[in-house]
Every structure is written in C-alpha cells, then in structure tokens.
C-alpha cells in the first residue's frame, strides 16, 4: 500500500516541481530502528486516505482507554451503517511489516465497523514515528467525555515511561492544563490516592487541587489521616469542589486544635522533662511535615529507640521499688 502511496506523490511532482521526500528520522521509523525523543521534531511527513483491509490493521499497545460502553459502540454501529463512514480512522505504517498498518486514532469505529462486517475500511495514513503513535492516540481520547481520570493518567505515564516524553512536552503537545496535569501526577505519587483514581473514586479535575493540599511533593500526608477521610466523604457523598474543601478546613482545624490542647497539659512546668516535651512537640508540628519520607523514617527510628531505653529504665526503677518495698520491716 505504502509504495502506491509514494506512486501517487511521484505523479504530483510536475505540479509541485519537487518530489516530497521522507526525513531520515522518518524513513528509519518505517525500518523499526529506534530514534531518541530529540527526534521526534518533525510530526508529520505527510499523510492520505486509502482504502485497507480490515486483516491489515494492528490494534493495541498506544491506547490508554480500557473501556468501550457496549450501547454507546451500538448507536456508532447503527449510525456508520446509515450514513456511512464520515470520519476515517487514522493509522501508520508498522515499521518493518510490509502491508500492516498501526491504529492511532479510531478505535471505536474500527471496532463498529469489524461488528458490521466490512472487510476493507478507508483510513488516514500518517507517517509519523513510533513514539509520537501514543500522542496522537491521547490526542483524540482527551476530547472524549468517556475518557477517564485513570486512563488519562496511565496515557501520560506511558508517554513519559514509553516514549521519552517530559511532563512540560506533554502539556505543551496535548495543550492541557498545567496545574491539572502535575496535579494529578503529584496525586499518582500517593497509594491512597492513586488507587482512588484507578478504581474511579477519583474521577474528576476539580478535586484534584483540594485533594493536594493533603499531600507534600513525594505523595506524603501533610495530616494524618486526611487523605482516607477524604476518599470516604467522596465516594459516599460525592461533595462539590467548595463542600470538599470546607471539610478538609474543618478536619485540619480539629487536628489544630487537638494538638494545642494536648501542649497544654503540663507536668511540672519549667522542669528539665517540662522544656523537652515542648520542644519535642514544636519539632514534630513545625518541622517533620516538611521532611521527606526517608528523614521522617529516620527520626521514628531515632525516637523508637530512645522510647525503647526509657521503657526499659522504667521497668528497672519498677523493678527497684519492689524490692525495697519487700525489705521494709512490718
């Protein structure tokens, strides 16, 4: 197929004066030699519509999207077969497999249109590199509604992990939003949180921002326990952006409120054990939520040792008072 493309360019050539040729990037791509993401400038080299057999497409491996609603592929289905086929499919030429073509962008018509029967399909040809193959992908998905919070997540890891992608080349490319692409990677960085987005509890922008507050820049809890509240009031209650946030106000003022109160409680103040409690306190409210994960390890490690000291002095002095208590004459 590819070279009655090429043919079809050749024929152009008395109009346009000039043979289009493919760049060296591009022509290695069609060979399945690997380019470096430095490559990856020019993005497309050109691009027609031809007529393929269904056999010659090969489905999988680019798309983030799971899920295809069963109804919404029937109506498609119904609607291709009424008033044809009106948009086209987009594919790529699979490097160093003649007459096989990767899907890029279509999937649900491809899919309709494999439940009608066809046995060849018009397509867009693009030829593109491999690693530009998951963007146009995510290009079309992020326009659908059915697209998830999960599945857009997993489409940028993979652009990241995958295809050499840097957060800010994706944000530039796919022209999303800044704030909501680092944060819902910043919320990936957190179990809780990133296993609310994989299940769908987590499943839309809005909340991202007042679910960050809770979380430092490597995905640790800023306040203890928050994070499982949160999660909670969202999948019960579905709260609005303003009623999630006033709630999470709420739970840190109690927080703030608990730990004043328990400075309050003084044993001896002034005393030597009096000045170490409060300073204790202060480091632990004021100092450790800005630590990173590895330091605040550190520091239980530290303090459980030391706990571990002061329980075993206690037995031992338990254990001296005992036994003077049992010399004492009657």
Not at 17 to 23: E, F, V
Not at 112 to 118: M, P, R, S
Request: net charge neutral; charged share 25%.
């Amino acid at each position: 197929m590819l070279p009655c493309y090429l043919a079809r360019l050749k024929d152009r050539k008395k109009a346009s004066g000039q043979l289009p040729t493919l760049s060296s990037q591009l022509a290695d791509a069609l060979k399945g030699k690997d380019t470096t993401k430095e490559d990856i400038v020019p993005a497309v080299a050109s691009s027609s519509i031809m007529q393929i057999p269904l056999s010659a497409i090969v489905v999988g491996g680019v798309n983030a999207r799971r899920e295809f609603d069963e109804d919404r592929l029937a109506e498609l289905q119904h609607s291709i077969e009424r008033d044809g086929l009106l948009q086209f499919p987009v594919v790529a030429p699979e490097p160093g497999v003649p007459d096989k073509w990767h899907l890029l962008a279509g999937e649900r018509r491809y899919r309709a249109i494999c439940e009608l029967g066809w046995t060849t399909i018009p397509v867009c040809v693009m030829l593109v590199l491999r690693q530009q193959w998951r963007r146009i992908m995510m290009e079309e998905n992020l326009t659908q509604a059915s697209f998830s919070l999960a599945e857009e997540l997993s489409g940028f890891i993979a652009m990241v992990e995958h295809d050499g992608y840097s957060v800010s080349q994706i944000i530039h490319e796919l022209s999303l939003d800044k704030g909501c692409v680092y944060g819902l990677l910043r919320l990936y960085r957190n179990v809780p949180l990133r296993v609310g987005i994989d299940d769908g509890t987590i499943n839309g922008k809005k909340i991202l921002k007042p679910l960050n507050r809770l979380i430092t820049d490597t995905g640790d809890e800023r306040y203890p326990g928050l994070v499982d509240k949160s999660l909670r009031l969202i999948a019960q209650q579905h709260p609005s952006v303003a009623a999630l946030n006033a709630a999470i106000d709420d739970w840190i003022t109690e927080l703030d409120y608990n730990l004043t109160e328990f400075s309050r409680r003084r044993r001896s103040p002034g005393s030597a054990w009096e000045r170490e409690r409060r300073r204790v306190q202060e480091f632990v409210a004021k100092s450790v939520k800005n630590l990173d994960h590895e330091a605040i390890m550190e520091i239980a490690r530290v303090y459980d040792e030391v706990a571990k000291d002061l329980q075993r002095l206690a037995a031992e002095s338990n254990r001296s008072v005992s036994t003077i208590s049992t010399c004492q004459p009657g």
